[in-house]
T-cell receptor, first 116, second 113 residues
Protein backbone atom coordinates (compact mmCIF):
# COMPACT_ATOMS: atom_id res chain seq x y z
CA UNK A 1 0.00 0.00 0.00
CA UNK A 2 1.18 3.48 -0.73
CA UNK A 3 2.15 5.75 2.14
CA UNK A 4 3.09 9.38 2.52
CA UNK A 5 5.70 10.79 4.90
CA UNK A 6 5.98 14.34 6.10
CA UNK A 7 9.02 14.46 8.32
CA UNK A 8 8.57 17.99 9.65
CA UNK A 9 5.73 17.93 12.14
CA UNK A 10 6.15 21.48 13.37
CA UNK A 11 7.92 24.39 11.69
CA UNK A 12 8.33 27.87 13.14
CA UNK A 13 9.49 30.71 10.91
CA UNK A 14 9.67 34.46 10.99
CA UNK A 15 7.89 36.49 8.35
CA UNK A 16 9.85 36.78 5.09
CA UNK A 17 11.77 33.57 5.75
CA UNK A 18 11.80 30.92 3.06
CA UNK A 19 9.81 27.72 3.50
CA UNK A 20 10.38 24.18 2.37
CA UNK A 21 8.21 21.33 3.63
CA UNK A 22 9.20 17.79 2.81
CA UNK A 23 6.94 15.09 1.39
CA UNK A 24 7.99 11.60 0.37
CA UNK A 25 5.80 8.76 -0.85
CA UNK A 26 6.38 5.06 -1.11
CA UNK A 27 4.57 3.98 -4.27
CA UNK A 28 6.78 3.06 -7.23
CA UNK A 29 4.28 3.57 -10.02
CA UNK A 30 2.85 6.68 -11.60
CA UNK A 31 1.28 9.02 -9.07
CA UNK A 32 -0.79 12.14 -8.71
CA UNK A 33 0.42 14.48 -5.99
CA UNK A 34 -1.37 17.16 -4.00
CA UNK A 35 -0.70 19.72 -1.30
CA UNK A 36 -3.60 20.84 0.85
CA UNK A 37 -3.70 23.59 3.46
CA UNK A 38 -5.90 23.85 6.53
CA UNK A 39 -6.11 27.29 8.12
CA UNK A 40 -7.08 27.38 11.81
CA UNK A 41 -10.68 26.35 12.27
CA UNK A 42 -11.27 25.72 8.58
CA UNK A 43 -11.51 22.74 6.25
CA UNK A 44 -8.81 21.61 3.86
CA UNK A 45 -8.27 23.50 0.65
CA UNK A 46 -6.16 22.60 -2.36
CA UNK A 47 -2.89 24.52 -2.74
CA UNK A 48 -1.57 22.79 -5.83
CA UNK A 49 -1.45 19.47 -7.63
CA UNK A 50 0.76 17.58 -10.04
CA UNK A 51 -0.26 14.80 -12.39
CA UNK A 52 1.97 15.20 -15.47
CA UNK A 53 4.18 17.61 -17.39
CA UNK A 54 6.44 20.21 -15.83
CA UNK A 55 7.60 18.83 -12.47
CA UNK A 56 7.64 22.34 -10.99
CA UNK A 57 4.08 23.21 -10.12
CA UNK A 58 2.85 26.61 -9.08
CA UNK A 59 -0.15 26.97 -6.82
CA UNK A 60 -2.10 29.65 -5.07
CA UNK A 61 -0.68 32.29 -2.71
CA UNK A 62 2.86 32.03 -4.06
CA UNK A 63 3.38 28.36 -3.22
CA UNK A 64 5.15 25.94 -5.53
CA UNK A 65 6.21 22.32 -5.36
CA UNK A 66 8.72 20.23 -7.24
CA UNK A 67 8.17 16.60 -8.15
CA UNK A 68 11.44 14.66 -8.14
CA UNK A 69 10.61 11.17 -9.33
CA UNK A 70 14.01 9.67 -8.48
CA UNK A 71 13.62 10.77 -4.87
CA UNK A 72 9.89 9.99 -4.58
CA UNK A 73 9.48 13.52 -3.30
CA UNK A 74 7.10 16.44 -3.75
CA UNK A 75 8.40 19.23 -1.53
CA UNK A 76 6.42 22.41 -0.99
CA UNK A 77 8.20 25.76 -1.14
CA UNK A 78 7.51 29.44 -0.71
CA UNK A 79 10.24 32.09 -1.03
CA UNK A 80 8.87 34.44 1.60
CA UNK A 81 6.21 33.43 4.12
CA UNK A 82 3.64 35.69 5.67
CA UNK A 83 1.88 35.56 9.03
CA UNK A 84 -1.27 34.52 7.16
CA UNK A 85 0.48 31.32 6.03
CA UNK A 86 0.16 29.96 9.56
CA UNK A 87 -1.71 26.71 8.97
CA UNK A 88 -1.35 22.96 8.73
CA UNK A 89 -0.11 21.57 5.42
CA UNK A 90 -0.89 18.11 4.11
CA UNK A 91 0.72 16.20 1.28
CA UNK A 92 -1.44 13.58 -0.47
CA UNK A 93 -0.87 10.93 -3.12
CA UNK A 94 -3.01 8.79 -5.35
CA UNK A 95 -2.01 6.33 -8.00
CA UNK A 96 -2.67 7.44 -11.54
CA UNK A 97 -3.33 5.65 -14.80
CA UNK A 98 -6.22 3.65 -16.18
CA UNK A 99 -6.43 1.24 -13.28
CA UNK A 100 -9.80 2.30 -12.02
CA UNK A 101 -10.67 4.31 -8.99
CA UNK A 102 -7.78 5.33 -6.76
CA UNK A 103 -8.18 6.76 -3.31
CA UNK A 104 -6.17 9.64 -1.94
CA UNK A 105 -3.74 8.93 0.92
CA UNK A 106 -2.65 11.79 3.17
CA UNK A 107 0.51 12.43 5.14
CA UNK A 108 0.34 13.30 8.84
CA UNK A 109 0.64 17.02 8.22
CA UNK A 110 3.07 19.81 9.10
CA UNK A 111 2.03 22.64 11.37
CA UNK A 112 3.56 25.93 10.28
CA UNK A 113 3.66 28.88 12.63
CA UNK A 114 4.81 32.17 11.17
CA UNK A 115 5.69 34.83 13.72
CA UNK A 116 5.25 38.47 12.74
CA UNK B 1 -22.86 26.64 -4.61
CA UNK B 2 -22.77 25.05 -1.17
CA UNK B 3 -20.13 22.45 -2.11
CA UNK B 4 -19.91 19.77 0.59
CA UNK B 5 -22.22 20.14 3.57
CA UNK B 6 -21.86 18.16 6.78
CA UNK B 7 -24.16 17.95 9.77
CA UNK B 8 -23.93 18.21 12.68
CA UNK B 9 -20.89 20.44 13.22
CA UNK B 10 -20.56 19.49 16.87
CA UNK B 11 -21.81 16.49 18.84
CA UNK B 12 -21.19 15.07 22.28
CA UNK B 13 -22.06 11.43 22.87
CA UNK B 14 -21.84 9.02 25.76
CA UNK B 15 -20.05 5.72 25.30
CA UNK B 16 -22.39 3.24 23.64
CA UNK B 17 -24.67 5.76 22.02
CA UNK B 18 -25.20 5.77 18.29
CA UNK B 19 -25.29 8.59 15.80
CA UNK B 20 -25.11 9.36 12.10
CA UNK B 21 -23.07 12.06 10.42
CA UNK B 22 -24.69 13.35 7.28
CA UNK B 23 -22.89 14.58 4.18
CA UNK B 24 -24.25 15.99 0.95
CA UNK B 25 -22.53 17.47 -2.10
CA UNK B 26 -24.08 19.47 -4.91
CA UNK B 27 -21.22 19.23 -7.42
CA UNK B 28 -22.43 16.07 -9.15
CA UNK B 29 -19.31 14.24 -8.00
CA UNK B 30 -19.15 10.48 -8.32
CA UNK B 31 -16.85 9.63 -5.43
CA UNK B 32 -17.27 10.52 -1.77
CA UNK B 33 -15.10 9.94 1.29
CA UNK B 34 -15.12 10.02 5.06
CA UNK B 35 -11.88 10.90 6.88
CA UNK B 36 -11.08 11.39 10.52
CA UNK B 37 -8.47 13.87 11.67
CA UNK B 38 -6.54 13.34 14.89
CA UNK B 39 -3.58 15.33 16.26
CA UNK B 40 -0.28 13.99 14.97
CA UNK B 41 -1.98 11.44 12.72
CA UNK B 42 -3.21 13.58 9.87
CA UNK B 43 -6.22 12.44 7.90
CA UNK B 44 -7.09 8.78 7.85
CA UNK B 45 -9.60 7.33 5.45
CA UNK B 46 -12.51 5.55 7.12
CA UNK B 47 -14.70 4.60 4.15
CA UNK B 48 -15.16 5.74 0.61
CA UNK B 49 -17.65 5.36 -2.19
CA UNK B 50 -16.25 5.36 -5.71
CA UNK B 51 -19.70 5.72 -7.23
CA UNK B 52 -23.34 5.55 -6.30
CA UNK B 53 -24.17 2.09 -5.02
CA UNK B 54 -20.63 1.13 -3.96
CA UNK B 55 -18.75 1.52 -0.70
CA UNK B 56 -15.33 0.30 0.41
CA UNK B 57 -13.28 0.26 3.57
CA UNK B 58 -10.41 2.64 4.04
CA UNK B 59 -7.58 2.54 6.58
CA UNK B 60 -9.63 2.69 9.80
CA UNK B 61 -13.16 1.30 9.19
CA UNK B 62 -13.70 -0.53 12.48
CA UNK B 63 -16.63 0.81 14.48
CA UNK B 64 -18.18 2.61 11.52
CA UNK B 65 -20.71 1.95 8.81
CA UNK B 66 -21.60 4.00 5.77
CA UNK B 67 -24.47 4.40 3.35
CA UNK B 68 -24.33 5.95 -0.09
CA UNK B 69 -27.95 6.96 -0.16
CA UNK B 70 -27.82 8.46 -3.65
CA UNK B 71 -25.28 10.34 -5.72
CA UNK B 72 -25.44 13.38 -3.46
CA UNK B 73 -25.43 11.86 0.01
CA UNK B 74 -22.96 9.71 1.96
CA UNK B 75 -23.61 9.11 5.65
CA UNK B 76 -21.32 7.76 8.37
CA UNK B 77 -22.81 5.85 11.28
CA UNK B 78 -21.33 5.04 14.66
CA UNK B 79 -23.39 2.16 16.07
CA UNK B 80 -21.85 2.13 19.54
CA UNK B 81 -19.60 5.12 20.12
CA UNK B 82 -16.30 4.70 21.97
CA UNK B 83 -13.96 7.36 23.41
CA UNK B 84 -11.40 6.37 20.73
CA UNK B 85 -13.81 7.76 18.16
CA UNK B 86 -13.46 11.27 19.55
CA UNK B 87 -12.19 13.12 16.50
CA UNK B 88 -12.95 15.62 13.79
CA UNK B 89 -14.66 13.99 10.84
CA UNK B 90 -14.43 15.33 7.31
CA UNK B 91 -16.53 14.37 4.35
CA UNK B 92 -15.09 14.99 0.90
CA UNK B 93 -16.01 14.44 -2.72
CA UNK B 94 -14.41 14.54 -6.13
CA UNK B 95 -15.03 13.49 -9.70
CA UNK B 96 -13.87 10.04 -10.69
CA UNK B 97 -10.85 11.49 -12.36
CA UNK B 98 -7.75 10.52 -10.40
CA UNK B 99 -6.35 13.97 -11.10
CA UNK B 100 -9.32 15.66 -9.53
CA UNK B 101 -9.00 17.48 -6.28
CA UNK B 102 -10.94 16.58 -3.17
CA UNK B 103 -13.48 19.11 -1.95
CA UNK B 104 -13.96 18.99 1.79
CA UNK B 105 -16.80 19.81 4.10
CA UNK B 106 -16.24 21.99 7.14
CA UNK B 107 -15.90 19.08 9.52
CA UNK B 108 -17.85 17.57 12.39
CA UNK B 109 -16.28 17.61 15.83
CA UNK B 110 -17.37 14.56 17.80
CA UNK B 111 -16.63 13.98 21.47
CA UNK B 112 -17.39 10.63 23.08
CA UNK B 113 -17.39 10.67 26.87
Amino acid sequence: AQSVSQHNHHVILSEAASLELGCNYSYGGTVNLFWYVQYPGQHLQLLLKYFSGDPLVKGIKGFEAEFIKSKFSFNLRKPSVQWSDTAEYFCAVSRSGNTGFQKLVFGTGTRLLVSP
Amino acid sequence: NAGVTQTPKFQVLKTGQSMTLQCAQDMNHNSMYWYRQDPGMGLRLIYYSASEGTTDKGEVPNGYNVSRLNKREFSLRLESAAPSQTSVYFCASRTNSNTGELFFGEGSRLTVL
